[in-house]
């Protein structure tokens, strides 16, 4: 009788499990995460790309209320001061920083770029760069993607974050340590670990959100999984 009623517990306990992964907007690694512990944020210098919207908007009020220093960072600054606006936390709005960026910059204007951000809190450099900046083009499938559309796309996705990640490197390692969140770069994850610097990939689920035309649209960014 003992041993059925484990089993039976053990059972609706793993229907649980189960259903709260179907329902889930992401991967079992990722809501298996324990909440961010408010001092682990405070303090630290986040420096968001693609803030002036979507998923770049919702982590800014979450790093914001968790006592961050923010950077945010856009092509489009009237959304950013917008959002800056909203804010609310220990540092939030008045000492919010709005820094417009331009992904598929030279490498030039992006270490320019990079020198102002790690110097808008003196003292304190960049500790988090969440790459979340992405050019969504027009929807097509592969076949009939233009080759404009395909330059567009990997210069601000691909190219462009990998630049801005090897300028931003150097002065994390200064300081003994950071930490980048980005879509993919295990490699980078393996190069820079015992140096200090964490990569994290993040597999979001479903995201509703506005194409800057004034409709919303569904982001479906599904990734395997998420490591730190």
Known sequence: MLTLLFFSL????????LLKFAFADGDFTLI???????EAIEGKVVWITGANRGIGEALAKQFASLGA????????EAELFRIKSELKGKYAPEHVKVLRLDLPSSEERLKNVVERAV?????DGVDYLIHNAA????????????EENLE???GVNVFGTISLTKLVTPHMLKRGGGHFVVGYFHSLR?????????VT??????????????????????????VN
């Open 119 to 123: 110097s808008l809190f003196p003292g």
């Open 10 to 17: 053990g059972l609706l306990l793993l229907l649980g499990l």
């Open 190 to 198: 393996s190069e820079f670990y015992q140096k200090g610097i964490k």
């Open 32 to 38: 298996s995460k324990k909440e961010v512990k408010h």
């Open 69 to 76: 220093k923010l950077i945010l960072s856009a092509r489009n």
């Open 152 to 154: 567009t796309t990997f």
């Open 201 to 226: 990939v993040v597999c979001p689920g479903p995201i509703e959100t506005s194409n800057g035309t004034g409709t919303s649209t569904s982001e479906d960014e599904n990734s395997p999984e998420v």
């Open 135 to 146: 050019y969504e083009g027009p929807k097509s499938n592969a076949v009939d993607a233009s």
